[in-house]
């Protein structure tokens, strides 16, 4: 009998030689595998954070200092460093207005006529609407121009009745505007806002550039 074979135990519980099997459990390699992947795991996201705390401490990184100022996400306008002037704009005093009176009510292209010449405006025909109008323009007024005047006139004499539509007359062949007044009319908008409105005509807007991703 061998010395490794414990008392009692003979037969076909014999341990015979000098080998015996290792008694050590034998390794999980499973729960390394899994050890070692979520280690992996949890360095990443420390090494994304770390990244994402840059990038709000120095208001998006290089990339986005070196490109300029940032977008306005509600808007998508860009500021710009240098303001545009805005379009070179008529003076009342240059500006002709015809006022025509397009309602049953008497008297009120005159009484408009005078308000407006009061105001610097130059002052043209003034009487009742063509039938093409008359009776037929529901809302304060219609301002009425050539299509030059859209960007230059138009937007002067709008100062004075803000609520108007405006519209352009492509045939037109002089620089006169047509005052035609509508239904709804009961007065100017009062001077001291027209001239507030004047006033900012003449301030420069900010360049609108593209969207950008917010």
């Known amino acids: ?39 992996a795991a949890a360095v990443g996201m420390i090494g994304w954070g770390t990244l994402q705390l840059i990038d709000v401490f120095t208001g998006g990184g290089g990339e986005a200092s070196a490109a300029g100022p940032k977008a306005d996400c509600r808007t998508g306008a860009t500021p710009s460093a240098t303001a545009t002037a805005p379009a070179a704009l008529p003076k009342p005093g240059k500006v002709t207005v015809n006022v025509f009176n397009a309602t049953t009510r008497s008297g009120l292209a005159k009484q408009t006529a005078d308000e407006l010449k009061k105001r610097g405006f130059k002052i043209g025909d003034v009487g009742n ?9 529901k809302g ?12 230059t006139s138009l937007p002067v004499l709008a100062t004075q009745l803000t609520t108007a539509e405006r519209r352009t007359d492509a045939a037109r062949k002089d620089a006169t505007v047509d005052l035609i007044i509508g239904d709804k009319f009961k007065e100017l908008t009062k001077k001291p806002d027209a001239d507030k409105a004047l006033a900012a005509l003449a301030k420069p807007q900010p360049t609108p550039t593209d969207k950008k991703a917010c």
Do not use: W
């Open 1 to 39: 009998m061998s010395m490794l074979t414990p008392p009692g135990m003979g037969g076909q519980y014999r341990i015979k030689g000098d080998k015996y099997p290792r008694m050590r459990r034998p390794r999980r390699r499973g729960r390394l595998v899994v050890a070692t992947v979520a280690s």
């Open 129 to 137: 609407a063509a039938k093409e109008f008359d009776k037929k323009v």
């Open 140 to 151: 304060t007024g219609l301002l009425l121009g050539p299509a030059a005047s859209l960007n």
